[in-house]
C-alpha cells in the first residue's frame, strides 16, 4: 500500500498525459453542445486526424514526397489532423444544421466513414511497412521541460514536463472556459444552446453560432487525434482510439458541461487508466481484460448519476427551424 | 392553419414516383441473377422467388405504395458512385504507383463486376450471400424494434457477442438429445442477449442514462469480456489458438453442404439460421404492427408524453423495448455459432453494430424491408472479397459504401436536395429517431 501512495505522484503524471485526448474530446464536446449540437462523432473525428497526420508525418515531413519539412515536418501534420477535425465538423454541421438530419445518427454515420476510410487509407498507404514502400514515421513530438517551473515537487513532473498537445490541452482547459463564460461570444453560445428562439429575437443568428462552434469542436477533436498518433506512439493502428471519443463524451456530462469539471472528470478517467496500466506492469493477478474494463464501466456509473447529476443545455440534441 | 405551414412548393422537381420503379426494376433484375448463375435448382428458384417477393412485399407494406422507397433506392445508388469516384482516385497497381486515368477506370468498371460476380454469380455466392445477410437481417431488427420505441440502439455487437457465448458454452459444455439441445442454445443466446440489453434499458427507464453511450460501453465490456472467457475459462485446451472447444453435434445447426452434398456441394454453408432470421423478421412485423404490445411501443416512440397520459407505461415500454433488442442480436450471435462457426474464436466481434443501424435505416425500421436490406449488406460484404482479389483495392471501399447508404438514408433532405425531388405530402409516421441527453 505504501508502495501504490509513493507511486501516486508518478501516476498523476501518466494521468495528465493520457487525460489528454479525452480532455480535448470533451472540450470539442463542449463546444458543441454548448451551441446546441450533440456530436456523438467525436470518436470518429479522432480516428480520421489521428490517420491523417501520420500520414503527412510520414508521407511530407519525410521528404518522401518534395523536399523535407524538418523541423516543421510534425507541425504541418499536426495541422492537417486539426483541419480534418475541422472538416468532418463541418460535415456534421451541414448534415444536422442545413440538412436537419438526427444529430446523433449524423454522428453514428461519421464514426462508421470514419472506420471505412481510416481503413481503406490504411491498407492503401500505411500498411506492410517499408517492404511495401511505405516511408518509416518520423517519430513523435519531444517532451519540452519547462526550465524553473518543472523541478517545482511533485507539480513541476505533471503539469512541467510534458509534450506540445499536452501542454495545448492545459491551455485550452482555461482558454476555453473563458470563451464560454466570460465573453460575448460565449454567451451567445450559450443563448444558442438554451433557448434559440430568444437568441434569434435578439438578432444572433442561431445557424451562424452553430457552424463556428461545431467546426471548432471538430478541429478540438482533430487535435485530441493526431495526439494518439504524433505524440503517444508515432505509428497509426486500425480502430486505434478504442472508444475514447464517447469516453470523452462521459468526461463532458460528467463534467456538467464545463471546461474545469471536463477536464477533472478526464483526469479522473486518466488516473484509472494509469492504475491499470501500473497494477498489469506489477503482475496482478486480475486477467488484463477485466482492468480493461475499469474506463467503461466507470462511464457508465457516471451516466446513472450514481457520481454526480447534471442538466443539459436546455435545446441540446433539438434542431432549430424559424 | 396547420395546413398552411406545412404547405410545400409541389410544382418543380422530378416525381419521386417514376425514379422508384425504375431503380426498383433494376434492383429486382439483379435480384434474379442468382438463377441464371449457378443453374436452376428448386431451392435456389425459391430463394429466389423469396427474394423478389421481399422486395415486392416491402413496396406494398410502404404507405402510398412504395414512395418511401425512393431515398433508400437514390441512397444506394448516390452511394454506389461515390464509391466508385473515391476507387477512380485512389486505384494503385500492385507496387503502389498510381494508374493512368483510363486504367483505373477499368478497374473501377473491373470492381463493380467483381462486386456482383462475388456476390451472386460465382458458384455458392449467393449462399456466402445469405450467410453473410443472417447476422445482418437480426442485428438489423434489433436496431429497428430500438428505434421503434424511440431509443437507438448501438449495442447490437455487444448483445451479438454475449449471445455467441452463452450459445457456445451451453453447446460444448451440456449433453441433451439433439434439436433440444440446439433450441436450448439458441434460447440460451437470446437470454444473454436480452440481459445485455436489458442493462442499458433499466439505466435509461429509471436513472435517465443515455443509451447510446451506455450501449457503446456495453459494447467494450462484451469484447473485453469474452475476450477472457475464450483465451480463459473457456478455452479448448486442445486448440493452439485461443478458441472454445466445439460445440456438440447434436446444437448446430444444419448446412445445406451437410444435408444436400450431393446437390450443393459440400461446402456449401447456407444453414436454417437464415430461415430463422426471416420467420424472426415476420414476428416481429407482426408484434409491432398487429399487437398491444407493438402498439405500446410504437406510442412509447413516437411520443412519450401522450403515451404516459394515455396509461401507456413507458419505462416498462423502454425496458422491454432494450431487452427485446439485445434478444434479437444475442440470436444472431447464437445462430453464427450453431449455425456456420461451430465454436467461438478469439476476436469474434466483427462490427455487425454499425451495420445493423445501416441496414435498419436503410429498411426505414420496417421489419420486412430488412430482409432485402439485410441481403444488400450481406452481398456487399461477400462481394468485397472478390473485389479485393481480382483488382487489389481494399475491401474497405464496401465499409465506406455502407457509410455512405446509412449517411444519405439518415439524410433524405440530402438525396432531395441532390435530385430536385418534389417534396409529396406523406402519411409516413414522422418519428423522431433519438432525442438530447435530457431524455
Known amino acids: ?322 | 392553419m396547420s395546413d398552411e405551414a406545412s404547405y410545400q412548393e409541389p410544382v418543380r422537381g422530378l416525381s419521386p414516383s417514376i425514379i422508384q420503379w425504375v431503380i426498383l426494376g433494376l434492383l429486382l433484375l439483379l435480384s434474379a441473377i442468382p438463377i441464371f448463375s449457378d443453374g436452376i435448382t428448386a431451392i435456389r428458384a425459391v430463394l429466389t422467388v423469396l427474394m423478389v417477393g421481399m422486395w415486392a412485399l416491402w413496396v406494398w407494406l410502404q404507405p402510398q405504395g412504395g414512395q418511401g422507397l425512393v431515398i433508400p433506392l437514390l441512397a444506394i445508388l448516390v452511394s454506389f458512385l461515390l464509391g466508385g469516384i473515391v476507387l477512380l482516385f485512389t486505384a494503385r497497381d500492385t507496387v503502389g504507383i498510381m494508374l493512368p486515368f483510363a486504367d483505373r477506370l477499368i478497374i473501377v468498371r473491373d470492381g463493380l463486376i467483381a462486386l456482383i460476380d462475388g456476390a451472386f454469380l460465382r458458384p455458392r455466392a449467393f449462399s456466402d450471400t445469405l450467410v453473410s445477410a443472417t447476422p445482418l437481417i437480426l442485428t438489423g431488427l434489433s436496431v429497428a424494434v430500438a428505434f421503434r420505441a424511440g431509443l437507438f440502439n448501438i449495442g447490437a455487437e455487444g448483445q451479438f457477442l454475449i449471445g455467441a457465448v452463452a450459445a457456445a458454452f451451453i453447446g460444448y459444455a451440456v449433453n441433451l438429445p439433439p434439436v433440444l439441445h440446439a433450441i436450448v442454445c439458441i434460447l440460451a443466446g437470446a437470454a444473454g442477449g436480452a440481459l445485455w440489453g436489458f442493462i442499458p434499458g433499466i439505466l435509461k427507464a429509471r436513472l435517465g442514462a443515455h443509451e447510446v453511450i451506455n450501449t457503446i460501453m456495453m459494447n467494450f465490456i462484451a469484447i473485453f469480456l469474452t475476450d477472457w472467457l475464450v483465451s480463459g475459462p473457456m478455452r479448448d485446451p486442445g486448440s493452439s489458438f485461443a478458441r472454445t472447444p466445439s460445440i456438440f453435434p447434436s446444437a448446430q445447426l444444419p448446412q445445406l453442404g451437410e444435408v444436400f452434398p450431393n446437390v450443393f456441394g459440400a461446402s456449401d454453408q447456407l444453414h436454417i439460421g437464415f430461415v430463422l432470421a426471416i420467420l424472426a423478421a415476420f414476428g416481429m412485423w407482426w408484434l409491432i404492427n398487429k399487437t398491444t404490445v407493438g402498439f405500446e411501443l410504437r406510442t412509447t416512440g413516437s411520443n412519450p408524453d401522450a403515451a404516459q397520459y394515455a396509461g401507456v407505461r413507458v419505462e416498462r415500454n423502454v425496458i422491454l423495448a432494450m431487452t427485446l433488442a439485445g434478444a434479437l442480436a444475442g440470436l444472431a450471435g447464437a445462430i453464427e455459432v450453431q449455425g456456420l462457426n461451430r465454436n467461438l474464436a478469439q476476436f469474434f466481434a466483427a462490427g455487425y453494430g454499425f451495420d445493423a443501424i445501416a441496414v435498419a435505416l436503410l429498411a426505414q425500421n420496417n421489419p420486412i424491408g430488412i430482409i432485402p436490406a439485410g441481403i444488400m449488406f450481406g452481398a456487399l460484404t461477400t462481394g468485397s472479397a472478390i473485389l479485393q482479389i481480382r483488382t487489389g483495392v481494399s475491401a474497405d471501399i464496401v465499409l465506406i459504401i455502407q457509410a455512405l447508404i446509412l449517411l444519405f438514408v439518415a439524410a433524405p433532405e440530402v438525396i432531395r436536395w441532390l435530385f430536385r425531388l418534389r417534396v409529396e405530402k406523406s402519411t409516413l409516421e414522422e418519428v423522431p429517431l433519438t432525442r438530447g441527453w435530457g431524455g
Open chain 1, 1 to 322: 500500500m505504501i508502495e501504490f501512495i509513493l507511486e501516486v505522484p508518478r501516476l498523476l503524471a501518466v494521468a495528465v498525459v493520457v487525460a489528454t485526448p479525452l480532455a480535448l474530446g470533451a472540450y470539442s464536446g463542449l463546444f458543441c453542445e454548448r451551441a446546441g449540437v450533440v456530436n456523438i462523432g467525436i470518436e470518429g473525428m479522432m480516428l480520421s486526424s489521428a490517420l491523417t497526420g501520420q500520414l503527412v508525418a510520414q508521407y511530407v515531413a519525410t521528404g518522401w514526397i518534395g523536399t523535407p519539412l524538418e523541423p516543421y515536418g510534425l507541425p504541418f501534420a499536426a495541422l492537417v489532423g486539426i483541419l480534418t477535425g475541422a472538416a468532418l465538423g463541418a460535415l456534421h454541421a451541414v448534415l444536422t444544421i442545413r440538412f436537419k438530419v438526427d444529430q446523433i445518427i449524423s454522428g453514428t454515420a461519421i464514426n462508421i466513414l470514419a472506420v471505412g476510410g481510416t481503413g481503406a487509407l490504411y491498407t492503401l498507404y500505411l500498411a506492410g511497412g517499408t517492404a511495401a514502400g511505405v516511408p518509416i514515421s518520423p517519430g513523435v513530438f519531444e517532451a519540452i521541460r519547462i526550465p524553473f517551473l518543472a523541478d517545482i515537487p511533485i507539480l513541476g513532473p505533471i503539469f512541467f514536463d510534458n509534450k506540445p498537445i499536452t501542454y495545448a490541452m492545459l491551455i485550452i482547459t482555461v482558454l476555453a472556459h473563458f470563451v464560454i463564460f466570460h465573453t460575448p461570444w460565449g454567451l451567445r453560445t450559450r443563448a444558442v444552446g438554451e433557448k434559440p428562439e430568444a437568441a434569434d429575437s435578439l438578432g444572433i443568428n442561431v445557424y451562424t453560432m452553430r457552424y463556428i462552434n461545431v467546426i471548432i469542436g471538430g478541429a478540438l477533436a482533430g487535435l485530441a487525434g493526431i495526439w494518439f498518433t504524433l505524440e503517444d506512439i508515432g505509428t497509426f493502428n486500425v480502430l486505434m482510439t478504442g472508444g475514447r471519443g464517447f469516453i470523452s463524451l462521459a468526461a463532458l456530462i460528467f463534467g456538467k458541461w464545463t471546461a474545469f469539471g471536463g477536464f477533472g472528470a478526464s483526469l479522473i478517467f486518466g488516473f484509472a487508466q494509469a492504475v491499470q496500466i501500473y497494477l498489469q506492469n506489477q503482475g496482478s493477478p486480475i486477467p488484463p481484460q477485466f482492468l480493461n474494463m475499469v474506463p467503461y464501466v466507470l462511464t457508465m456509473l457516471v451516466l446513472a448519476g450514481l457520481i454526480g447529476r447534471a442538466v443539459p443545455p436546455a435545446a441540446d440534441g433539438v434542431p432549430y427551424e424559424k
